[in-house]
């Protein structure tokens, strides 16, 4: 089983602040990675898939990097909506899983 | 509008068990895999299994291997979750979630997913 591991746990920024979020792979994915979005109480919004492609309607300031076993979401410039658990989530191999997720909280 | 629609929330005593509902509407159900995830409450997601609703193929987590049944109704495009001899650490919410890619599509747009129900709450408690 590919195991995801994200990082950091939380991190505490302020509007407009940069947010970088990695996500590493137990092995490599190729680009088989996406991330998704999800507030209290929601369900997960996909944001990104294969890596950098961002989902219908998502802002441009999100976007996706990285290949193989570590893989980056970033967020150029935080909006109050976008604080939020964000997870990771590869296909490359069964099972499908994802990672532990990072919550991005106001500082 | 794409929706999916689950059942409602759940008691559940330990060693019974559950079946959650999902139902598809605004597209074709039978032209996207439909995925099962669940949340222990504070942790993170965890994958179950998807089913094809075609031909109603399966593939699950190990875990849920022997355990979890994922059925369908295409005439009325719903999906169905069943999980037996329920424990406390069952306790979840459970997402049906449609995966991204079409059936048929020449692209590989496979296994995301792009469309969630709101998610079914299940407590086992005595």
């Known amino acids: 089983e590919i195991v995801l591991t994200q990082s950091p746990a939380t991190l505490s920024l302020s509007p407009g602040e940069r947010a970088t979020l990695s996500c590493r792979a137990s092995q490599s994915l190729g680009s088989d990675l996406a991330w998704y979005q999800q507030k209290p109480g929601q369900a997960p919004r996909l944001l990104i898939y294969?890596?950098?492609n961002r989902a219908t309607g998502l802002p441009a300031r999100f976007s996706g990097s990285g290949s193989g076993t570590d893989f980056t979401l970033t967020i150029s410039s935080l909006e109050p909506e976008d604080f939020a658990v964000y997870y990771c989530q590869q296909r490359s191999a069964w099972p499908l899983s994802f990672g532990g997720g990072t919550k991005v909280e106001i500082k | 509008q794409v929706l999916l629609v689950q059942s409602g929330a759940e008691m559940i005593r330990p060693g019974a068990s559950v079946k959650v509902s999902c139902k598809a509407s605004g597209y074709a159900f039978t032209g996207h895999y439909m995925h099962w995830v669940r949340q222990a409450p504070g942790q993170g997601l965890e994958w179950m299994g998807w089913i094809h609703p075609v031909t109603g193929d399966t593939k699950y987590a190990q875990k849920f291997q022997g355990w979890v049944t994922l059925t369908r109704d295409t005439s009325i495009s719903t999906a169905y979750m069943e999980l037996p001899r329920l424990t406390s650490d069952d306790t979840a919410v459970y997402y049906c979630?449609?995966?991204?890619?079409?059936?048929?599509?020449?692209?590989?747009?496979?296994?995301?997913?792009?469309?969630w129900g709101k998610g079914t709450t299940v407590t086992v408690s005595s």
């Open positions: 979630a449609r995966d991204r890619g079409e059936l048929g599509s020449p692209y590989y747009d496979y296994f995301y997913m792009d469309v």
């Open positions: 294969d890596t950098s």
